[in-house]
């Protein structure tokens, strides 16, 4: 791997949290809207090193999905969660791998936060630069603790303002709502509002830790550290499609043809059944190998890999560009090398896992039949018998 880094190493998705120029100003990176579903899936062709989750869509847009988020980590990138979605998602799955970031995703984390409303709020659309219209649960409590702190409001006070923006719509809650509904006494609804500009931001606060952190690994993965943890959930069968179709054949955006073009360029050739018939049949092997529990390690799968790269001709120096224009990142490349280790050890130990399970000398038998081989030994052989013959008569 190079060890330059550059903006594309790290993709943010991001919108009411924090504006993109701060998101700049913190690490070099590539800044996307906030995530919906299947975004995350989009941009992994594109080979990021790490992705910040910070904001994302929900209700009437579907939200990123967790799967999708999980196959950026099969997929060598790290993913980093915090403030908002992100913080949300996070919670959902630092135990497969996603990194969550700050005091609201260690909130939900630990059960003190339940309700995604609480960090939801209405903003304006990607031409008003996703400005919050409304405020979030999270920065109302927050700005409440902080103007108590700063004598701005008594205890009592910061608590009613805590309850009343609880007590507030999501989609309705503004700061004049919410001073309406706590009902504080006079002097101190002006002293609060010219207090607020300065309260604190969790939301961008956090937003910015998970910039700073993705952009961290960013470097030490430049530098040679090892790629994320893989998820412990396997991915899915509709999750693999969706990830295989999105895929791209190369190393450059340029000249990188989608692999949906190139499978279906397969589709159309004369042997396309038969690829496909045997690339089941070692899938299915694979399978059956790990539901046996002969799964690969990880030095037979480097062996396997090795193998399949030598027989096609593949020197070591040409090995990534070789699988990226197999559409495979690290995660897909990973996984092909241990379903074929996996088919291996299925077939050494065919013999004893089946009642009367064939042994290999079957196996070479029906291969053979099936591709001709055998007859074309068997008459090499009945020719240099009858020669022999022919001989000996003499």
């Known amino acids: ?11 943010v998705f991001l919108g009411p949290s924090l504006p993109a120029r701060d998101a700049l100003r913190v690490a070099p990176c590539r800044v996307l809207p906030p995530a919906r579903a299947g975004d995350v899936l989009a941009i992994l062709p594109e080979r990021p090193l790490a992705i910040a989750l910070v904001d994302g869509t929900f209700e009437a847009t579907p939200s990123v999905w967790h799967h999708e988020v999980l196959a950026a980590l099969d997929a060598g990138v790290a993913v980093f969660g915090a403030s908002s979605m992100g913080a949300l998602r996070a919670a959902e799955l630092w135990r497969h791998g996603v990194v969550g970031v700050g005091s609201i995703f260690a909130a939900y984390r630990d059960g003190v936060r339940t309700d995604d409303a609480d960090v939801a709020l209405l903003h304006a659309s990607a ?7 409304t405020v979030p649960l999270v920065n109302a409590e927050a700005a409440s603790r902080s103007a108590a702190d700063a004598g701005v409001v008594s205890r009592r006070e910061a608590a009613a303002l805590a309850r009343a923006a609880g007590a507030v719509a999501w989609q309705e809650r503004t700061w004049p709502r919410i001073l309406d509904a706590a009902r504080l006494r006079p002097g101190v609804r002006e002293r609060l509002l010219a207090f607020l500009p300065t ?5 961008a606060e956090d937003a910015r830790a998970c910039i700073a952190a993705a952009a961290a690994w960013a470097r030490a993965r430049r530098a040679g550290a090892p790629p994320p943890p893989r998820p412990l959930r396997a991915e899915r069968a509709h999750v693999r499609g969706l990830r295989l179709a999105a895929a791209r054949c190369g190393t450059a955006g340029e000249g990188a043809p989608p692999a949906a073009e190139v499978l279906a360029a397969l589709a159309r ?12 049949r070692r899938a299915v092997a694979a ?21 399949w790269l030598g ?15 197999c559409g495979l990142d690290d995660g897909a490349a990973r996984r092909l090398a241990e ?4 088919e291996a050890r299925l077939l050494e130990e065919a013999a004893r896992l089946l009642p009367d399970g064939p042994s290999w000398e079957e196996g070479l038998a029906l291969a053979a039949r099936l591709s001709g081989a055998w007859a074309e030994e068997a008459g090499r052989r009945g020719r240099g018998q009858r020669a022999r013959g022919r001989r000996r008569s003499r």
Do not use: C, N
């Open 1 to 11: 791997m190079s060890r330059r880094s550059s903006r594309g190493d790290v993709i």
């Open 127 to 133: 031409e008003g630069g996703f400005r919050p219209l």
């Open 311 to 325: 027989r096609l001709g593949v020197r070591p120096r040409d090995r990534a560009e070789f699988l990226a224009r």
């Open 269 to 280: 050739r004369p042997d396309a059944g038969r690829l496909a018939a045997d690339g089941l």
């Open 339 to 342: 379903d074929l280790a996996a």
């Open 287 to 307: 399978a059956l190998a790990r539901t046996l529990g002969l799964g690969a390690t990880a030095a037979e799968a480097a062996a396997a890999e090795r193998a």
């Open 199 to 203: 309260a604190p931001d969790p939301k």
